[in-house]
T-cell receptor, first 113, second 115 residues
């Protein structure tokens, strides 16, 4: 069945280091992937997205990599800052599913000063 | 412009009661989706409404229902509440309902506690 999972539930990094958060998905028909950041007491906030016809997309301090061969998605955060501490979710979508997203379980990122 | 607004933010109910949650999408957005977030199950899709019609539905029992009004505001209702319904209920809106044409904007959620 459809599922999006994360390899690690928690990740602790030193301020200034790079962070890599991983995600595995099982639905090869998914054609759109999104990373969300959720801070305590808030709703998920869009970080970056990538379509299935791309392998890499870069934003400000963030990069998403998509490996369709092994159905793997990763989020790289450069020069991680204390404000990056949050739970990060990957989500997948199929174009005929409208607003339906399938979310992974989330990875909690903790940044040590 | 104002973001997605959800009311109430917090509420406590007892088993067997029913609850109605409200969501006002971003102005101009016609699609509203609802998600349930729990520590054990994570974020799970409930349903999506677009132009007052339910377009997608997740795997939740019939006790969970929703509707959308002509101004795109949406409500969801949970009847005969169970302890397991305690969760953060999140509403998200998008312009046209296809998330890949734009971001899905989430509200801050309604925290429901069932005693």
């Amino acid at each position: 069945g459809e599922s999006v999972g994360l390899h690690l539930p928690t990740l602790s990094v030193q301020e200034g280091d790079n962070s890599i958060i991983n995600c595995a998905y099982s639905n090869s028909a998914s054609d759109y992937f999104i990373w969300y950041k959720q801070e305590s007491g808030k709703g998920p906030q869009f970080i970056i997205d990538i379509r299935s016809n791309m392998d890499k997309r870069q934003g400000q301090r963030v990069t998403v990599l998509l490996n369709k061969t092994v159905k793997h998605l990763s989020l790289q955060i450069a020069a991680t800052q204390p404000g990056d501490s949050a739970v990060y979710f990957c989500a997948e979508n199929h174009f005929n599913q409208g607003g339906k997203l399938i979310f992974g379980q989330g990875t909690e990122l903790s940044v040590k000063p | 412009k104002a973001g997605v607004t959800q009311t109430p933010r917090y509420l406590i109910k007892t088993r067997g009661q029913q609850v109605t949650l409200s969501c006002s999408p971003i102005s101009g957005h016609r699609s509203v989706s609802w998600y349930q977030q729990t520590p054990g199950q994570g974020l799970q899709f409930l349903f999506e409404y677009f132009s007052e019609t339910q377009r997608n539905k997740g795997n939740f029992p019939g006790r969970f229902s929703g509707r959308q009004f002509s101004n795109s505001r949406s409500e969801m209702n949970v009847s005969t509440l169970e302890l397991g319904d305690s969760a953060l209920y999140l509403c998200a809106s998008s312009l046209e309902g296809a998330v890949d044409t734009g971001e899905l904007f989430f509200g801050e959620g309604s925290r429901l506690t069932v005693l």
